[in-house]
């Protein structure tokens, strides 16, 4: 399975609404995430730019994306961003294969 990692912002209402009632949001997103047969491997929030994060583990990226957009359309977020990572060893293949890529800058005279 891909590992994911999601920063994201809630919206001052959400705050407000936190502040008022507060309450402990890594079951809900753990239940998001093992609907579509994955796992929640922390959830963290976070003084700076983002407010939280999330590291996920899902079967696909197609899985990974209804979870975001279902947790995005919900309302409760400003803002939302999820990143695919990757092992070292998809790494380490992924740079064996760019070996054999003939990249051409743009506007470059081609040989």
């Known amino acids: 399975m891909t590992m994911y990692l ?11 609404r936190m502040i008022e009632h507060p309450e402990d949001r890594r079951d809900a997103a753990r ?11 922390g959830f963290w929030y976070a003084f700076g730019e983002r407010d939280g994060l999330t590291l996920w583990e899902a079967p696909d990226n197609k899985a990974m994306a209804a979870v975001a957009l279902a947790i995005g359309s919900g309302g ?9 990572l990757l092992t ?3 790494t380490m293949a992924a740079l064996d294969t760019a070996k054999s890529i003939r990249y051409r800058p743009p506007a470059a005279a081609s040989s």
Request: negative net charge; glycine residues 6%; contains cysteine.
């Open 76 to 84: 409760a977020l400003s803002r939302c961003e999820t990143t695919v």
């Open 31 to 41: 239940t998001y995430i093992e609907s579509v047969g994955g796992k929640l491997h």
């Open 6 to 16: 999601t920063r994201f912002n809630y919206t001052p209402e959400t705050w407000a």
């Open 88 to 90: 070292i060893e998809e």
